[in-house]
Structures are given as structure tokens and as C-alpha cells.
């Protein structure tokens, strides 16, 4: 089983302030994939990313998919309070139709 | 319903005791998951069904969990005489297209 690495595991910053969390692996991605997760509640997808060095943007939230699709990260610009949470990079291993999750990074944006 | 929904959404049960956690996923959903998120870790995968069959059981952790579905809708999983380890965040997903899946809000299952 392939593993996925984020990095930092936490991550504590005040409003307004710029952060980039990263997920890694050994190997080479088909896809990767970014959730979100607030307390109490389900991951939520934010992006899938696919192609070597594709760069998707969602509002403040940039998420880059390494050349060699062995790495992705995810840079959110002026974080708000509203983006504390914990967010994980998941893998579809193909063939099986199950999602590898890594263990994420809790950010929390202070007022 | 809008979105997937679980029951309970707490469950706080002995040593021992056997327990069963539901699922409901969005209606005409093909795919559905079970996760558990223990303290401090991500999601581990339990087991996959596409319609009623489950062509992916590899995560379930021992022989004391099982689950099924049933009309292709609602799954339930069960765990046999449950053990303090077994305490942990239980996720339902549910997804029609591979890949983009659509998670519950969870069962926080605490055993004494």
C-alpha cells in the first residue's frame, strides 16, 4: 500500500496569513485528491487533481499537482477562520475503487 | 434525503457488547465506503460495496466486523463483541461517479 505523507501534522496562524501544507509519497500518483474536514462532520472534496504540474485554483485555495506526480500541494492566500480544519490528501490505488487517505493537517486560523 | 446520513450519531456502549451502526447513503448512489478515523489518524478504509456485493473487504480489521447492504441503498455495520480499540469515528461515503464521494457526518462509537 502506497503511503501518503502531510506535512506539517498541525498548524497555527492568525487571520490573514498566507500557508502551504503538502502531501508526499515515494511513488507515483494516478490522481490525488484534497478534503476538507471540520469537526463533527465528513470530509468534503475540495479538488482531484491529474496531470503532472496541473495547477487548480478554488477561490484562495491553489492546489498543485507535482511534475512527477509524486507530490501535490495545497496554498490557501489571507487564511480565514472559516478555513480551520483538517484537510487530507487521499490516492485512488486503481483497480480497487478504494481511496488511500493520509493522515492530514489540522490548520486553525485565528481571529 | 440532501445528503448521506448515519445513526447513531453517538454511541457509547460496554466491553463485550455487540454493535450496529447505519448508514444512508444519497439515493441512486451506486458505491458506498466505510472509514473509521481513530484520534489522531486519517481515514482507514473498511470495506467497499458496489450495489449489494462487496468486491473490497480488505480493511475490515478482524472477524468481528461485518457488513452488509441490502436493496442496494442503507448498509449496516456491525461489530461483535466490541473492544476498547474499536473506539473511534465510523464514516459512511457514498459516491456515483469513482473517485468523488460524498461522506456522513459519522458515528462516534466509545467503548467503556
Known amino acids: 500500500t502506497q503511503l501518503l505523507e502531510q506535512s506539517p501534522q498541525f498548524l497555527s496562524i492568525q487571520e490573514g496569513e498566507n500557508l502551504t501544507v503538502y502531501c508526499n509519497s515515494s511513488?507515483?500518483?494516478?490522481?490525488l485528491q484534497w478534503y476538507r474536514q471540520e469537526p463533527g462532520e465528513g470530509p468534503v472534496l475540495l479538488v482531484t487533481?491529474?496531470?503532472?504540474?496541473e495547477v487548480k485554483k478554488l477561490k484562495r485555495l491553489t492546489f498543485q499537482f507535482g511534475d512527477a506526480r509524486k507530490d501535490s500541494s495545497l496554498h490557501i492566500t489571507a487564511a480565514q477562520p472559516g478555513d480551520t480544519g483538517l484537510y487530507l490528501c487521499?490516492?485512488?490505488?486503481?483497480?480497487?475503487?478504494?481511496?488511500?487517505f493520509g493522515k492530514g493537517t489540522k490548520l486553525t486560523v485565528n481571529p | 434525503g440532501a445528503g448521506v446520513s448515519q445513526s447513531p450519531s453517538n454511541k457509547v456502549t460496554e466491553k463485550g457488547k455487540d454493535v450496529e451502526l447505519r448508514c444512508d447513503p444519497i439515493?441512486?448512489?451506486?458505491?458506498l465506503y466505510w472509514y473509521r478515523q481513530s484520534l489522531g489518524q486519517g481515514l482507514e478504509f473498511l470495506i467497499y460495496?458496489?450495489?449489494?456485493?462487496?468486491?473490497?473487504k480488505s480493511g475490515l480489521p478482524s472477524d468481528r466486523f461485518s457488513a452488509e447492504r441490502t436493496g442496494g441503498s442503507v448498509s449496516t455495520l456491525t461489530i461483535q463483541r466490541t473492544q476498547q480499540e474499536d473506539s473511534a469515528v465510523y464514516l459512511c461515503?457514498?459516491?456515483?461517479?469513482?473517485?468523488?464521494?460524498?461522506f456522513g457526518p459519522g458515528t462516534r462509537l466509545t467503548v467503556l
Open positions: 487521499a490516492w485512488d490505488q486503481g483497480g480497487s475503487e478504494k481511496l488511500v
Open positions: 511513488s507515483v500518483f494516478s490522481s
Open positions: 487533481v491529474v496531470t503532472g504540474g
Open positions: 439515493s441512486g448512489h451506486t458505491a
Open positions: 460495496f458496489q450495489g449489494n456485493s462487496a468486491p473490497d
Open positions: 461515503a457514498s459516491s456515483l461517479v469513482r473517485d468523488v464521494l460524498f
